[in-house]
Nanobody, 126 residues
């Protein structure tokens, strides 16, 4: 059974930093796209960032470009989302997801991801 286990959320003041982790349990990332999405109540799940596991190519939403960095550690089978200069608008539940097929054209769409983590709350508030 495939599981994606997230960790690293919490409460941080504006301008602060957090690092989220997404570890795969039960299989290894190989030719997948690994994405981070976020969601607030009443809104659709929003693309944040993604990485193509094999090529290490990264993609970002305009709202986080220059502040967030997605990376991977193949030895740990883990993807990270380093979030710097956090703003109150970044407050959301963050989810990691895996698109096993690794389709480039749909990397921004949550509908094309096969497996999801349980979500981790990020709250940015003073």
């Amino acid at each position: 059974q495939v599981q994606l286990v997230e960790s690293g959320g919490g409460l941080v003041q504006p301008g602060g930093s957090l690092r989220l982790s997404c570890a795969a349990v039960g299989r290894s990332f190989s030719n997948s796209n690994i994405g981070w999405f976020r969601q607030t109540p009443g809104k659709e799940r929003e693309f944040v960032a993604a990485i193509r596991w094999r090529a290490r190519t990264t993609f970002y939403a305009d709202s986080v470009k220059g502040r967030f960095t997605i990376s991977r550690d193949s030895a740990k089978n883990t993807v990270y989302l380093q979030m710097n200069n956090l703003k109150p608008d970044d407050t959301a539940v963050y989810y990691c997801a895996e698109d096993v097929g690794g389709i480039l054209s749909s990397i921004w769409s949550h509908a094309n991801y096969d497996y999801w983590g349980q979500g981790t709350q990020v709250t940015v508030s003073s």
